[in-house]
């Protein structure tokens, strides 16, 4: 069984930034971030989980309308470790974060609190 864990998150003023991190753990074959597509999520109050941004096997990025150009995905393959640099934040991307497949999904972590707020 593979368990997903969001780190990273927190209070952010508009126009700042924060690096959210994805470590999988369990068994290795299973777990492995470079045979996979991932993703980040994010679920504000109220509303339905969106997709954010995904990152092929290869490396090919895809990013929702609403933070192309200030986020950026990313994966440390060796550490089995999946980013999220957010940038010029704004206070419409107050959510809570998480990472998981793109496709068949592991079972989802507890995700990672964003607040974007001055």
């Known amino acids: 069984q593979v368990q997903l864990v969001e780190s990273g998150g927190g209070l952010a003023q508009p126009g700042g930034s924060l690096r959210l991190s994805c470590t999988a753990s369990?068994?290795?074959?299973?777990?492995?971030?470079?045979?996979?597509?991932m993703a980040w999520y994010r679920q504000a109050p109220g509303k339905q989980r969106e997709l954010v941004a995904s990152?092929?096997?290869?490396?090919?990025?895809n990013y929702a309308d609403s933070v192309k150009g200030r986020f950026t995905i990313s994966r440390d393959s060796a550490k089995n470790t999946l980013y999220l640099q957010m940038s010029s934040v704004k206070p419409e991307d107050t959510a809570v974060y998480y990472c998981?497949?793109?496709?068949?999904?592991?079972?989802w972590g507890q995700g990672t609190q964003v607040t974007v707020s001055s």
């Open positions: 998981n497949r793109v496709g068949e999904k592991w079972s």
């Open positions: 369990g068994s290795i074959f299973t777990s492995s971030m470079r045979i996979t597509n």
């Open positions: 990152i092929g096997v290869r490396g090919t990025t």
